[in-house]
């Protein structure tokens, strides 16, 4: 038998097209490869398989009716995905789960992107056949970052498995038993209490309002009707990569001047990128690691700009405090930068806010720390996520898309393209490799860096400098962190920088992003950032004149003096057991 | 939590050298000891089994064996499997409720009785099924249930 019949012959039928097996682990995968969006609420490529929810059914020849994720393909199966049965099944399970809840759209935080209101649409359902349910728990508002409302959690199990499988907190799991299962935080305590990282991943694959990041909308309004305050807010990389989507651009449409348009017409006074304080954070961050580096102390050296990072290392690696770097995330460097520069130009520290435009949920948390602030004032005030301005852009009514650009407020607004690549993982490497490369006067050319824009969850480059080579690791997922912490541990690897960001791919996949389900689609968000670091005149966040300026007006050198009190911390040993 | 708790509790952590996939004969043992589980208990097992508090949390509230309050010092474990229940458990459960005063616990305020319902304790010919401490008491009236608890109450006080 020649080899090219045998490939035709490794097919299955699905509604009477032939569709070729790939090595798929699933039925489900080969039936979306033949562009049939079958639904589910608790299957995820990148989480362990559930078959919980009973929506991705098909009626197999010979099989009967099966969940497609639990089914591995095999030659020559017939697949019908939308029997009148199947779908009368479907319309039951989505009737019964939309019984059991508090399902109130209007008024629900995932309003027009929840998977339980688009699944009913795609379904057709007009109307509840079964009567509702009267249990209604309260909500848990205990966390500074996620707001957990368990009467409209439909049990699907994807945020236990996300918080297990690929971040390795393992804050919340299944409690109690047949109708009074819940999912709840350890122990049945509060968010606050427990665990929780606050990367909010579980908040992204939640399908319905269960878990939501915190919003602080109504505060941000507050500030901005209040005419004796000054507003200044900051816009993280990844936010401009993103919010397009909310207005049908593509993942990746860098939007930038919108965005600084429409803050501009909700009120702020000063519209600040936070990529200028991430040159800020490198030219800091870089120095530091030559430093460290030089006297091989405190080595290897972690990142410290993801504060869900932080939290996990101070929680479960405390041991480590020593070797994350002791710079400021850029959100909290521009914070106290911006406060310090309006106090020292004659303002009071009262008089004015920072708000800051995040694609998180753990920068709402780090921003409430307790260092973070000076003469009780926190120095960044309010954190919005993504989808919180869009929804601010939205209630003013502003016609996004067909704004005209305008440019960020200066100083603090100019950036390199070094500051943009903050926002996907692997970005900050590289960004500290632009620095350290010049500095150790490194022939540029002979350094590539496209290993680090892969969609791989651990990405490594090493460095020739002189005779000795520096081991760079970047990593996304805090699953993978963890795993690498234990492999140094045991002397498997060996690294002296190390990247991390709690969310897989980094900040473009943050939770406070529009939802993505795809890998893909948060690359295009990464690609977005590479474009925008070529369009800029800069690249390296050395050749920040405004950040030199900084350290001009400040009266100090790179990590000295008011620079080393404005831009440095320190962390807290946080392990439970001791 | 005390150092000679943590000690007991490891003890028996040892005995089962520390896995995971025995969290249930763990949790079995260390209910034995404290007759519940307490919530500093099962974190501490998560500690040592290494892995989250949130599963042990999980595992122990799944498993009707298994009680994160306090139990009372006699269990009285009414069966309202079909057959008793046709023979009219449910007024020798609120019997139970009305004389021990248990609205929103199943433990009664003074700590001596817990109530628990079971589904079926396999002996359908002596319906309705009731078993104390232990001993069983075969075709239960509600007469006979309120003396039960009025005799070990007795018995408690002296």
Known sequence: MSKDIKETENFITIENIKVPIEGEKNLLVLIRKANIEIPTFCYHSNLSTYGACRLCLVDIEGMGIQASCSIKPKVGMKVKVHTAQIREMRRVNVELLLASGYHECTTCSKNTFCKLQSLARQLGIKEIRFKKTEKKSPRDLSSDAIVRDPSKCILCGDCIRMCEEVQAVGAIDFAFRGSDTEVVPSLNKNLKDVECVYCGQCTRVCPTGALSPKSEVSKIWADLHDKKRKVAVQIAPAVRVAIGEKYDLAPGKSTTG??????????FDYVYDSSFSADLTIVEEANEFLDRFTKNKNMPQ?????????????????????????????????????????????????????????????????????????????????????????????????????????????????????????????????AVIRYVAEKLALKEDDIDCTALRTIDGVKEINLKVGKKEVKIAAVSGLKNAKDLIEDLKSGKRHYDFIEVMACPGGCVGGAG???????????????GLYKADVTLELHKSQENHYVKKVYEELGCKVGKGLAHELFHTHYTDRKKHK | ????????????????????????????????????????????????????SARVFGVATFFAHFAI???????????????????????????????????NSNTSEDGLFTLECVSCLGACGLAPVVVIGGDVHAQVTTQQISDLIDGIKNEAKK
């Not at chain 1, 919108?258 to 009120?267: E, F, P, R, S």
């Not at chain 1, 101070?314 to 041991?319: A, T």
């Open chain 1, 258 to 267: 919108l965005i600084v348009t429409a803050l501009k017409m909700l009120g």
């Open chain 1, 302 to 430: 972690y990142t410290s700009c993801c504060p869900a990072w932080i939290r996990f290392v101070e929680q479960f690696y405390p041991e480590l405090n020593k070797n994350l770097s002791t710079c400021k995330s850029p959100q909290q460097m521009l914070g106290a930068l911006v406060k310090e520069d309006f106090v020292r130009k004659g303002g009071k520290r009262k008089d004015i806010s920072m708000i800051s435009v995040m694609p998180c949920s753990a920068k709402k948390h780090e921003a409430k720390r307790e260092e973070f602030s000076k003469e009780q004032y926190a120095d960044v005030d309010h954190v919005i996520t993504t989808v919180g301005v869009s929804r601010m852009i939205d209630e003013m009514g502003i016609d996004f898309r067909n704004l005209k650009p305008s440019s960020f407020d200066l100083p603090f607004g100019f950036k390199t393209g070094a500051g943009v690549l903050f926002g996907a993982s692997g970005g900050v490497t590289e």
């Open chain 1, 513 to 527: 992003q529009p939802v993505y389900s795809k890998v893909k689609h948060r690359q295009k968000r990464a690609e």
């Open chain 2, 1 to 52: 939590m005390k150092t000679e708790s943590q000690e007991k509790i490891s003890k028996i952590l040892e005995n089962y050298s520390y896995k995971p996939e025995k969290l249930i004969p763990i949790l079995q043992k260390v209910q034995d000891e404290y007759n519940y589980l307490p919530k500093d208990v099962m974190d501490f097992i998560a500690y040592k089994l290494n892995i989250p």
């Open chain 2, 69 to 103: 309050t306090p139990k009372g010092k006699y269990i009285i474990k009414v069966c309202d499997g079909t057959a008793c229940h046709v023979k009219k458990s449910e007024a020798i459960i609120n019997k139970i409720k009305e004389k021990l005063n248990l609205t």
